[in-house]
Structure formats: structure tokens, C-alpha cells
């Protein structure tokens, strides 16, 4: 299954280790030191030019995106079923 960041960005499900609401990471020391490492490695992505909302961490990259934590939860969460006509 895929889920859609934003913008042109999809992901698989399994590639992603966590779903973070973007704030959270002034909460946490742990997060913050693992956005500046992700920054200097260039390995921080931000999917669209508008207000992150959430942080999709992988094991490789984070992705910035603007769609709620919340509403990408969701989207793991949601399985689509297609038929034989719609593939």
C-alpha cells in the first residue's frame, strides 16, 4: 500500500517507521537532535513549499509534510481493495 504526502510525494506503508505532528519535535530533545542530524546529511525532505504539519520518518530520509499527522494516520490505516476492472 502507498500513501499520499502531498503534493507528488507517495511512500510505501512498510518504508515508513513513524508519523510525527510536526511540533512535537520542540517537545523532545531526541527529536530535535535527529531533525539536526537528518539536516546535515541533507537527508530531510519537504514535500511541498507550504507550512509543515507532520514528519514521516523512514529509515533513510524525514519528510515534511503539510498534511496533518492525524489525517495520514488515517491513510496507513485505510486499506483499498480494488477489483479485477479498476486494475
Known amino acids: 500500500m502507498f500513501i499520499h504526502l502531498g503534493g507528488d510525494m507517495v511512500l510505501k506503508a512498510e518504508c515508513i ?3 510525527l505532528d510536526h511540533n512535537s519535535q520542540d517537545l ?4 530535535q537532535e ?3 542530524d537528518h539536516k ?6 519537504r514535500v511541498t513549499d507550504d507550512t509543515p ?6 529509515k533513510k530520509d524525514i519528510y515534511l509534510s503539510p498534511i496533518s499527522s492525524h ?3 488515517r491513510r496507513a490505516e485505510t486499506i483499498t481493495v ?6
Open 40 to 45: 546535515k546529511r541533507k537527508a530531510t525532505i
Open 71 to 73: 489525517t495520514l494516520k
Open 53 to 58: 504539519k507532520s514528519m514521516v520518518i523512514t
Open 82 to 87: 480494488l477489483s479485477e476492472e479498476d486494475v
Open 34 to 36: 535527529m531533525m539536526k
Open 28 to 31: 523532545s530533545e531526541e527529536n
Open 17 to 19: 517507521v513513524a508519523i
